[in-house]
């Protein structure tokens, strides 16, 4: 059967971890229909008496409907799960949500393309229990008009935001997204760890000293994102990168005194330095960006 022959409201999923039972439930609970695969089978059975139908192949499940949608453990395994199945693919939309590189998102939307299908990719910016609620953002690139086409349907898994044709920019504003979440996390985790090894609670010094100082320093953001597109670095500076270099050195000291490791903040160190050394003593900290890409 085609695509077009199927009603809008059917839709294939593929993987069925615990984002992609979160997101099949959320469908289900919405009123669509929905057909499911996954290589333990068993992972489907709470989703099937929920409503699910199971397809004991991949390429039943891809005929089954208008929409497929992928969320797999990496762009490798889409492509051996759906390889088999690549030519009942012709004339569906396919929703890769599995993370994954810009380049690996160009490449599979080439892959999609040969056998006929118009691709999207995309990057969740949510865990499992988000599924279904506006605080869950799932970004979006690709085929423009698949994207419009579905968008009411995906939105039904959380705030759809649309990046744009070219497929790679959803994995990469999802990448980019982590890196700073991870950056941010790995700095608590050091902090809290100096605490705790001094001999003090952290769950104190987090909601009443880390907490506040992170939501005060986060308003610096966007003047570094200014800073860094521009290329101006030196425009009201408050802490000059000489003055943190010159006092990084105590925070590695400290560190050092108390048993905690310093792989997180060495590199950090080492950059501050190499800034200054190129005449950036007056700069903001945002003037590390430039080293970052030379």
Same mark, same amino acid.
């Given at each position: ?20 039972? *979160?997101?099949?439930?959320? !469908? ?35 005929? *089954? ?11 490798? =395994?889409?492509?051996? =799960? ?69 968008? *009411? ?51 104190? !010094? ?41 006092? !990084? ?20 160190? *080492? ?24």
């Amino acid at each position: 059967m085609s695509a077009a022959d199927i009603p809008a409201t059917s839709i294939s999923f593929l993987g069925l971890g615990a984002m992609g039972q *979160a997101m099949v439930t959320s !469908f289900l609970e919405t009123g669509y229909s929905i057909t499911v695969w996954n290589r333990t089978a068993s992972k489907a059975d709470d989703l099937i008496s929920k409503g699910a139908v199971r397809a004991d192949t991949v390429a039943e499940a891809v005929a *089954a409907s208008p929409l497929v949608i992928t969320c797999l453990w990496d762009y490798a =395994v889409v492509r051996d =799960v759906l390889a088999p199945a690549a030519d009942a693919l012709s004339g569906r939309v396919l929703v890769n949500l599995t993370n994954g590189s810009p380049d690996q998102a160009r490449a599979m939307a080439v892959w999609a393309g040969e056998h006929g299908a118009s691709y999207l990719d995309g990057g969740i910016m949510a865990v499992p229990p988000m599924i279904g609620q506006p605080s869950a953002l799932i970004l979006y690139s690709g085929d423009a008009a698949a994207f419009e086409k579905y968008r *009411a349907t995906l939105e039904t898994l959380g705030t759809a935001r649309y990046l744009g044709s070219d497929p790679g920019f959803a994995p990469l504003y999802d990448l980019a997204m982590l890196i700073g979440m991870y950056g941010m996390l790995m700095g608590a985790v050091q902090s809290l760890t100096m605490i705790r090894a001094a001999g003090d609670d952290p769950r104190e !010094f987090s909601a009443s000293f880390l907490i506040p100082w992170l939501n005060a320093m986060s308003g610096s953001i966007p003047q570094y994102a200014e800073n860094i597109q521009s290329g101006k670095h030196t425009v009201d500076v408050v802490s000059n990168l000489a003055m943190q270099a010159a006092a !990084f050195p105590n925070a590695v000291q400290a560190c050092a005194s108390l048993g905690v490791r310093l792989d997180f903040l060495l590199p950090l160190k *080492a950059l501050m330095e190499q800034a200054v050394a190129d005449g950036h003593r007056d700069a903001d900290l945002s003037v590390l960006a430039e080293l970052l890409t030379s």
